[in-house]
């Protein structure tokens, strides 16, 4: 009865390979959702400090060192007045808020007659979901042959005694054509 255990590795297999698939994507999805919100955190402290910079410059500098990735953009009445670590592509965004676009993150505030845009570049956290993939794959792919052994041992044990019944039925049924 080969057709029946295939019939059950096919099914067990591609249940557990397309679970595990779901999962990793989901997990995926979730650590780059939770990424985000925490990048958008870290953008909204810089923003602030930044204007509170701004509207009092007597008070304490901000600290931009150690901010590779950071780059901001604020103007005045349509002004540049202060600029720093701008991308080649740097375009300012319409409206106010969070945006995405290629490789960086943006925010836009306006306070009072000020512009702020801070962007931020996301090739670090795409490369981490990247190789996270990769190792996520590397992972499922030797876990499913392993389920793929273990299950043939378990479908074989289990077919074993239909196949045997099979047989005996058919050695009986020979026996009663050949009385016939």
């Known amino acids: 009865m080969p057709t029946l255990r295939h019939a059950i590795e096919k099914y067990y297999l591609s249940i ?101 845009i801070v962007t931020r570049n996301l090739k670090d956290h795409f490369s981490f979901l990247a190789s996270l993939s990769i190792t996520l794959m590397a992972v499922l792919v030797p876990l499913t042959f392993l389920v793929l052994f273990f299950g043939r041992r378990l479908t074989r044990k289990l077919t074993t005694p239909i196949e045997m019944i099979g047989e005996q039925m058919q050695l009986v049924s020979k026996g009663m054509l050949e009385k016939i």
């Open 16 to 116: 557990f390979v397309v679970s595990m698939v779901v999962m990793s994507a989901v997990l995926i999805l979730l650590l780059h959702s939770l990424a985000i919100k925490r990048i958008d955190q870290e953008m909204l402290v810089f923003t602030n400090d930044l204007l509170r910079f701004l509207e009092k410059p007597e008070g304490q500098p901000v600290a931009i060192f150690g901010k590779k990735n950071y780059a901001f953009h604020v103007t005045e009445q349509g002004r540049t007045i202060a600029s720093y670590n701008l991308p080649d592509d740097f375009v300012v965004p319409k409206t106010e808020g969070f945006h995405t676009i290629h490789s960086q993150r943006y925010v836009k505030l306006i306070r009072d007659d000020l512009e702020v």
